[in-house]
């Protein structure tokens, strides 16, 4: 009786989450009707508070796959709560992400959880585990950005259909950094199963610089470039416009002043 429940325990929905979700809800209608006196303050909210809840969901799809792949241990370290607390680096999970996004309007990837890889037997779990955070952010974009997609905009206020297509933006940008086959990023993860011994071994002194060296190239204007190019192309397939990334994005910086934003209110 008392293991069930702890069970049930490791994975009650941690009130950290709920409350971020309750903000982030508020937010969101509050950008909706247009209630805020400061706009763009609501979409800044809302769009946090979005980005980390998906980055708490990335990081429980993790958890959630290792855990029926044979990690029995990641309840017990609270990574089935949700609480953005419990990450093993939680300053890479959550703090630093949320910091690219206010500089640059990049979704980078956080740091993982950690799991215990010696419970999990067979090499296609441990490369679903890897899979199954990104996978996470391509199903946000696809939330999203359905309402471009799906031609559902009618009624939709501008300052929330712009605020839907930075959020879109930040999943799709999170989404390809972290399938990059770059050793301490996800896409490393999956593929890393298939390696021999000897070329895991070479390797692995290079994981914890690996996002910083990402970082660092997409700081080359040239590199910069090009990968906005590839992202904007996605979410124009998506049916959302550079114009509606822009102006979500112009909005969430609500510290350079609201601009005089085309329709706003409509």
Not at 16 to 44: N, Q
Not at 139 to 149: G, I, K, Q
Not at 220 to 225: C, G, K, R, T, Y
């Amino acid at each position: 009786m008392a293991t069930a429940t702890s069970r049930r325990s490791d994975r009650r929905i941690s009130p950290v989450f709920l409350g971020i979700a309750a903000v982030t809800a508020v937010a969101g209608w509050a950008v909706w009707t247009g209630f805020s006196s400061a706009p763009g303050f609501a979409v800044f909210l809302f769009v946090t508070g979005a980005w980390i809840v998906s980055l708490c969901l990335h990081e429980y799809a993790h958890a959630r796959t290792a855990l029926h792949g044979g990690d029995i241990s990641v309840g017990a370290k609270g990574y089935l709560t949700l609480n953005p607390l419990k990450y093993t680096h939680a300053m890479l999970s959550i703090v630093l992400p949320v910091i690219f996004v206010i500089m640059g309007g990049i979704g980078l990837p956080g740091g993982a959880v950690f799991i215990e890889h010696g419970r999990i037997r067979g090499r296609w779990k441990h490369s679903l585990i890897a899979a199954a955070g990104p996978l996470t952010n391509v199903l946000f974009a696809v939330v999203c950005t359905a309402p471009f997609w799906l031609h559902a905009l009618d009624g939709v206020p501008a300052g929330f259909r712009y605020a839907l297509a930075f959020l879109a933006l930040l999943q799709v940008t999170a989404a390809i950094l972290n399938f990059l086959p770059v050793p301490g990023l996800d896409g490393y993860g999956v593929i890393e199963p298939w390696l021999s011994h000897g070329i895991r071994r070479q390797i692995e002194p290079f994981a914890p610089f690996g996002l910083l060296a990402v970082f660092a190239f997409l700081w080359l204007p040239s590199v910069n470039s090009v990968f906005f190019d590839a992202i904007h192309s996605i979410l124009r397939g998506l049916g959302v416009t550079e114009w509606d990334t822009y102006w979500g994005q112009r909005l969430y910086r609500f510290w350079q002043g609201t601009p005089d934003i085309p329709s706003l209110t409509g």
